[in-house]
């Protein structure tokens, strides 16, 4: 049996992809657990920061993915670990000061519209950390979109964010029973306290992940953001 200890979980349609951190000898690397079936989890109960014990076995996954293993048996929760205490550990897991550091290729900008991308035979891995000068997110048609500074200055634009709290959390605000201007509201405090709330916090931390290929292409995600939403923020606006 492998301990997991879960770090991200995000929504990419209707399914969850769920990756972990293994401790082999001294070395912390991340782990995707898949189901057998398919890429993705449809019911996934647990949470960043759960400490979970699994059966997993080596999977042939397309580049640049290859951190994927099978999950052959069902996860058995041991412990969990607070907040602050998950990031330690991904700070020293995979991580980046540059942006051609982040998956050990060249990344491209998207010439005929938004975001970023890697060549899939390039890239080394699929997932990796760093620390950010500056970040910001916005709305843009009802999706939640990044814009960060890497410590190197260089700038990512307009990621689209897949971290399952926080697109909880922005569907949470969106919903009706919050009353008139929620996206006007919305817009407010992703300019003013969050942007507070997140740079102020001493364990604020990101991590960027590859899309599987799509069209030969994978694109540059934010996969989780560091502190993770409080619902007592709702009150906020």
């Known amino acids: 049996m492998t301990k997991l200890l879960i770090t991200e979980i995000t929504r990419m349609g209707p399914a969850f992809c769920v990756i972990g951190l293994q401790r082999e000898q001294q070395k912390i690397q991340s782990i995707r657990p898949v189901p057998s079936s398919a890429n993705g989890w449809m019911y996934f109960p647990h949470h960043r920061g759960d400490i979970l014990e699994c059966a997993l076995a080596p999977f042939p996954g397309a580049k640049p993915h290859i951190e994927d293993r099978v999950s052959t048996c069902s996860f058995e929760k041991s412990s969990t670990l607070p907040e602050a205490e998950t990031v330690s550990y991904l700070r020293k897991a995979e991580m980046a000061q540059s942006l051609p550091d982040l998956f050990d290729c060249p990344i491209h900008e ?25 970040l910001r997110l916005e709305l843009c048609a009802n999706e939640l979109r990044a814009t960060l500074a890497l410590p190197s200055e260089e700038a990512l634009r307009d990621l689209p964010v897949v971290d399952r709290d926080w697109r909880d959390f922005i569907e949470a605000s969106l919903s009706p029973g919050r009353g008139a201007n929620r996206v006007a509201r919305l817009d407010r405090f992703l300019n003013s306290q969050f942007h507070y709330k997140i740079m102020s916090c001493p364990h604020h931390f990101i991590r960027l992940g590859l899309t599987r290929p799509f069209h030969d292409l994978c694109w540059l995600m934010l996969d989780t953001l560091f502190p993770l939403p409080r619902p007592e923020w709702l009150e906020e606006f």
Do not use: V, W
């Not at 998207?110 to 500056?134: D, V």
């Open 110 to 134: 998207n010439k005929k519209g938004s975001g970023l991308f890697a060549m899939p035979h390039q890239a080394k891995r699929s997932i990796c950390g760093c620390e950010t000068q500056n």
